[in-house]
């Protein structure tokens, strides 16, 4: 029977020390491993016009993308409607997994930036009935890659590359009735499926060591909403969402790997984790100052204090707060002809405070967010940015995301709900 080297011993040692410190210094801010880019407090696909106006949804019916958070909405649409919604969207990190938690330090914030596809969806409407059908990427859990190299006359005797990739999409079907000229209600369940893959590679290319620390997740998980939307009159409308708590499956699996010259060692796991989603309940309006202007409000309540996340069978502990996200967006439309038709340009202004769940530190985005957009009654197209100020964690992180929309309407008809 062959001998191990006692270097490989207490190498093994030092390294499963090194992990369990790492997890102690990794404390539940932002950015934990499960933790989506820019913000906690997602609920469904952003379009333009949401953006621009503040992140004001809930009293907003513009896009097929109500059927993830505003099922009732539906019912305000042209009986045949198509969306389709793209983003760039770049976010500032200082502290995630191994940087700058006590292992890798940086001399500043660190920048994820990326385009993606948001939605693509279509409504139907007969009657007092309407349907919705969309898919979505609804969360993005990428990181900045990192590597780290030691030099000492002129020779690498240590490198180390991290890195980190993720989404989660949801595949949503809503249902929408219209109950009278003032009232309309809608529900809707959505299939939510993605995964997140983490790997540490360090290499020591004097001695020819590997080490591979390769861990990937399955997420999948059922999310029900329930929506209402009430027209006080002419001027003034009223949205309620409400989506109850929820549990998301993570089938995970790693991969831990030693090698040298002589000998490689690879320790393989698996378990079966659940990630408890909050309760999200929210209120918004839309009232009509005058011809063409409108101001949107809205509230945003999310019940993390009941979060709760197991990461290969064990409870990781993140003392999270609840939080109410507020919203403010002002939409002005300007219509003309031109070509024969009738044109509408809408110009979209908005403020949004959304504090973060993480309590050590406690931290809040402030939004500015603007847009504008071209149309006419066969389609639409917005375009808006969010700029983004982070405040407690002494790091000052900035989020900026960029939408662009598209709305196709291929044969309107006026909507009865808007007579």
């Excluded at 001027?235 to 998301?248: C, D, H, I, V």
């Excluded at 967006?329 to 038709?341: D, S």
Aim: aromatic letters at 14%; a positive charge; charged letters at 15%.
């Amino acid at each position: 029977m062959r001998k191990r080297p006692v270097k490989l011993t207490i190498f093994i040692i030092i390294y499963i020390v090194f992990l369990s410190a790492v997890r102690a210094q990794t404390g539940p801010g932002q950015y934990t491993e499960e933790a989506p880019l820019g913000s906690w407090n997602l609920f469904g696909p952003e379009t333009a016009a949401s953006l621009g106006a503040g992140f004001c949804r809930l009293a907003r019916p513009d896009s097929v993308s109500v059927a993830y958070f505003n099922p009732a909405l539906l019912t305000f649409l042209p009986w045949l409607s198509l969306s389709w919604s793209g983003s760039f969207n770049q976010a500032q990190l200082f502290s995630y997994w191994l940087v700058n938690t006590g292992v890798i330090t940086t001399s500043g914030n660190l920048t994820h930036r990326g385009w993606q596809l948001d939605h693509f969806g279509l409504s139907l409407r007969t009657g007092g009935w309407a349907v919705g059908l969309g898919a979505a990427l609804v969360e993005n859990y990428g990181r900045p890659g990192l590597e780290y190299r030691y030099v000492y006359n002129q020779l690498l005797y240590n490198q180390m590359q991290i890195w980190q990739t993720g989404y989660l999409s949801a595949y949503t079907v809503s249902l929408a009735r219209n109950l009278g000229p003032k009232i309309s209600i809608g529900v809707g369940l959505s299939y939510e499926r993605g995964r997140i893959v983490r790997s540490l590679d360090e290499f020591w290319p004097q001695e020819l060591i590997q080490l591979l620390d390769y861990r990937h997740q399955k997420i999948t998980g059922f999310r029900a909403v329930a929506g209402l939307s009430y027209k006080l009159n002419d001027r003034l409308l009223l949205g309620l969402s409400f989506s109850p708590p929820y549990f998301r499956k993570a089938k995970s699996s790693s991969s831990l790997s030693y090698q040298t010259p002589l000998e490689e060692i690879e320790i393989q796991g698996q378990a079966s984790d659940r990630i408890k989603r909050p309760l999200v309940l929210g209120l918004g309006g839309r009232l009509e100052i005058s011809p063409g202007l409108k101001i949107f409000l809205e509230a945003v309540y999310f019940g993390w204090a009941k979060y709760s996340f197991s990461y290969f069978g064990e409870e990781q502990a993140r003392n999270f707060r609840n939080t109410i996200r507020l919203s403010t967006g002002l939409e002005y439309l300007g219509k003309f002809r031109f070509l024969g038709r009738t044109w509408s340009s809408p110009y979209f202004l908005g403020l949004a405070v959304d504090p973060q769940p993480g309590t050590e530190p406690e931290t809040t985005y402030y939004y500015l967010t603007f847009g504008s957009g071209l149309g006419n009654e066969y389609w639409r197209l917005g375009f808006s940015t969010a700029l983004g100020l982070e405040s407690g964690s002494g790091h000052k992180l900035k989020r900026q995301k960029i939408s662009i929309t598209l709305d196709l309407y291929p044969h309107h008809r006026k909507v009865s709900a808007e007579k």
